[in-house]
């Protein structure tokens, strides 16, 4: 605030907040949208449908995200939620 370092235990201190926030929101949002993708298998078909044409059984890569648009669409529907 006042243009100066923080000191190293508040560097501390706000890096173990972050690490343990974060892996929360994380999980709550893996959570959620597994949950919704078991009241909705119609959208979980066409989702491993996509997933299935687009990467054939591989690893995803960043080239793939062009291709995985309903894969995107879920994602981002179910952290709207």
């Known amino acids: 605030e006042d243009g100066n370092f923080m000191p190293d235990h508040q560097v501390r201190d706000e890096l ?8 929360e929101t994380t ?6 949208t597994w949950y919704l993708l ?3 298998p119609a959208v979980e078909a066409k989702l491993h449908a996509e997933l299935d044409r687009v990467l054939n059984g591989r690893l ?8 995985l648009t309903y894969t995107e669409m879920v994602i981002k529907e179910a952290l709207r939620l």
Do not use: I, R
């Open 60 to 67: 995803p890569t960043l080239a793939d995200l062009n291709e």
């Open 16 to 23: 173990v907040t972050l690490f343990v926030a974060g892996h």
């Open 27 to 32: 999980s709550n949002a893996l959570t959620w």
């Open 38 to 40: 078991a009241e909705h």
